[in-house]
């Protein structure tokens, strides 16, 4: 029992350090692209705007939950949950220190990369219950991008988990334990980069947002959504923005590791949120600064750019591999 209220207590504390992660990463990004593009951002609504998001979470809480006549109600209200849950679920194998983690699991890049692939259900059930041409037509764009990603992205960690010989996230970071050129982005740049821009195109950020395009697609998959489902579909994407960030410093940047043995008198979780937040601020900068592509330009680069780099990357590192053993 006393297990279970400790398990409990943890996920609870976790639930709320991700949720107020969410709150002010908003908030932040806000700042940084009224910063990047000269323009004031939040700042009436409490000191400096601090409390803006706050505010538009109480507004869309207190709206007026509306579901379609013709919609399938059980599918229309249960398709937020699907997209949601799976991207908290996914920070519980996460490790943000040596000691700092909810589930030590033996196969927990597996899992995360598992799980995550479950918020695209969540998507395309939401734009098919809502018995609306246009949310559909955003669902099933959606289902193509994040699909389409999905293989990219799962082929540029296979490097890592050669190099590492283990699919436990703890024994990836360890791996990369003793300054910054054992990190695993030195030798597998190239599957650094697949891995961050299959990311982005996962998470349905710009300059790969086009399942929610507003100016193609009136807001796409989510367009009958209102009030808190709404939120939970927001939720849902900045969630993965913390799980995402999380996991490229874990597999990349020798999560935390400090870059120079020198400087292991800092805590490793210091390290860990200074690499974190470099990580955000650079998804940050993108959409502050890059064009929407169109939607075959996508599709393209994932099938004809993407994909035939992440494999020769594989081929590359095993025949190293192979050399060296």
């Known amino acids: 029992m006393s297990m279970f209220v400790s398990a409990m207590t943890t996920a609870a504390v976790m639930m709320g350090i991700t949720l107020g992660f969410v ?51 059980t599918m229309f209200l249960l398709a937020p949950i699907v997209a949601f849950v799976p991207s908290f679920t996914v920070i519980a194998a996460l490790p943000f220190s040596e000691h700092l983690l909810l589930a030590d699991i033996t196969i927990g890049l597996l899992y995360v990369l598992a799980v995550s692939s479950i918020s695209t259900l969540g998507i395309v059930l939401g734009g098919w219950a ?29 490097p890592v988990v050669m ?14 334990a003793g ?13 650094f980069g697949v891995f961050l821009i299959a990311s982005v195109a996962e998470l349905n950020r710009t300059p790969f947002d086009l399942p929610e395009a507003e100016s ?11 009030g808190f489902r709404f939120a939970f579909f927001m939720l849902a994407e900045y969630m993965y923005v913390f799980a995402m960030a999380a996991m490229t410093t874990v597999l990349f940047l020798g999560g935390w590791h400090a870059p120079h043995p020198a400087l292991d008198v800092v805590p490793g979780v210091v390290w860990f949120v200074l690499k974190f937040v470099g990580v955000v601020f650079f998804l940050f900068w993108i959409r502050a600064t890059l064009p929407r592509l169109r939607v075959d330009q996508l ?3 994932a099938w004809t750019v993407l994909l035939p780099i992440a494999l020769l990357d594989i081929v590359v590192t095993a025949i190293v591999q192979s050399i060296i053993r």
């Open 179 to 191: 300054g910054f050129w054992h990190w695993y982005i030195v030798p597998q740049f190239f599957a």
């Open 216 to 226: 193609e697609l009136v807001a796409g998959y989510h367009v009958e959504y209102s």
């Open 23 to 73: 709150t002010y990463a908003i908030y932040a990004e806000r700042k940084v692209l009224g910063w990047m593009q000269l323009r004031i951002g939040p700042n009436r609504v409490g000191p400096w705007g601090l409390l803006q998001t706050v505010a538009d979470v109480l507004k869309l809480l207190l709206k007026e939950d509306i579901v379609p006549h013709k919609a399938d109600r």
């Open 163 to 176: 190099l590492a010989g283990s699919l436990r996230l703890g024994d990836i970071v360890q791996e990369q």
């Open 299 to 301: 599709m393209g680069f």
């Open 130 to 158: 809502s018995n609306n041409k246009y949310a559909l037509l955003g669902g099933m764009r959606a289902a193509a991008q994040m699909i389409s990603y999905e293989v990219p992205l799962l082929l540029s960690v296979v």
